[in-house]
Nanobody
Framework: QVQLVESGGGLVQAGGSLRLSCAAS????????MGWYRQAPGKQRDLVAI???????NYADSVKGRFTISRDGAKNTVYLQMTSLKPEDTAVYYC???????????????WGQGTQVTVSS
């Protein structure tokens, strides 16, 4: 089991930027993929961005062109750079390790505790 600790959340005005970090307790090289999810109050937790162990990335349509996921293997850390933030981006953001592809897609395995992002209008 991998321990994940997110940081970097906060309050920002619309149009602003934030960078979230997710520090893993061990090497991320052997993990098939890492993902960032978010959950707004009263809504389900949705996948926002994913990066595979081959550095292939994919994004939810709602954040394409605004968010960038990356990883630093030397620091065992995954990042989510968020720009042009909108009030609808307000949510708790969670980092997760993800497994190999299945018929149901990649499934999350381990979760961090989450970090709050609030975007004011």
């Amino acid at each position: 089991q991998v321990q994940l600790v997110e940081s970097g959340g906060g309050l920002v005005q619309a149009g602003g930027s934030l960078r979230l970090s997710c520090a893993a307790s061990g090497s991320i090289f052997s993990i098939p993929a890492m993902g960032w999810y978010r959950q707004a109050p009263g809504k389900q937790r949705d996948l926002v961005a994913i990066i595979t162990n081959e550095d292939i990335t994919n994004y939810a349509d709602s954040v394409k062109g605004r968010f960038t996921i990356s990883r630093d293997g030397a620091k065992n850390t995954v990042y989510l750079q968020m720009t042009s933030l909108k009030p609808e981006d307000t949510a708790v953001y969670y980092c997760a390790t993800m497994g190999w592809p299945t018929a149901r897609g990649r499934l999350p395995l381990d979760w961090g505790q989450g970090t709050q992002v609030t975007v004011s209008s």
